[in-house]
């Protein structure tokens, strides 16, 4: 049914609750169309990307038990086949969830068919371009001009208390190798994570 064997992948996390109800397996897709000034994740288009294995993926996805996948990016409709393959793939064997963040409008994903297998894999889409004078903080979500729609009546209760959150939540995640921003940050994590990133010498990404 699906052409894609790859994805290309900019940096993935198991077993998160920054970026949807329940423990989520992410996945950041590498490459982006828009240009917004801002971008909370300029890795995602200028860093570095593996070519995964959409079988291997899928593998990872079963076995780490988290309840649902979000993909984020980048733009993950660059990649609607390939998403839509593994998606399906990993639903083979389990009943997962999907939340995908896109700049890409509702609309403007409507009316491209090639977009249509990744949106109808969906459970809820957040949708739009950051823009950053519309910046209002709310928690899990860019900026007052993006939007959150339920595709589907799977998260639309437990959705409800989530994104109601009065306050942003990242983290900030230490490897043995690098520094990992995860989530949508507070003005005051951002400013910490700046000042991180310009010590680091490099070893820091912004997902
Ligand atoms: S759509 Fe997302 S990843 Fe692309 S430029 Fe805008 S904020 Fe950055």
């Known amino acids: 049914m699906y052409e894609k064997t790859v994805l290309r992948v900019s940096h993935t996390e198991e077993n998160t609750d920054l970026l949807g109800p329940y423990r989520r397996f992410v996945i950041w897709v590498h490459g982006c169309c828009f240009d917004c000034e801002g971008c909370l994740a300029p890795n995602t288009r200028y860093g570095a990307y593996d070519e995964v294995s959409i ?3 899928a593998e990872r996805i079963v076995q780490s038990g988290c309840e649902g996948i979000t993909v984020s990016g980048g733009e993950p409709f660059l990649q609607a086949d390939a998403l839509a393959a593994l998606i399906g793939a990993v639903r083979m064997e389990r009943d997962v969830g ?12 409507r009316s491209r068919e090639d977009f249509l297998p990744l949106l109808g894999c969906a459970d809820i889409l957040i949708d739009g371009r950051y823009v950053r004078q519309l910046d209002d903080g709310r928690a899990y979500i860019g900026s007052s ?17 989530y994104y109601a959150c009065p306050t942003r939540r990242a ?37």
Do not use: C, M
């Open 55 to 57: 079988t291997a993926l």
């Open 145 to 161: 001009n993006q939007r959150l729609h339920y595709l589907t009546g799977r998260y639309r209760e437990a959705g409800a208390a």
């Open 98 to 109: 999907v939340i995908v963040y896109s700049g890409f409008t509702i609309e403007e994903i």
């Open 171 to 207: 983290e900030i995640k230490l490897t043995a190798d690098r520094a990992v921003l995860i989530g949508v940050p507070s003005e005051n994590v951002l400013r910490v994570w700046q000042a991180i990133k310009k010590k680091s010498g490099g070893i820091s990404d912004d997902f």
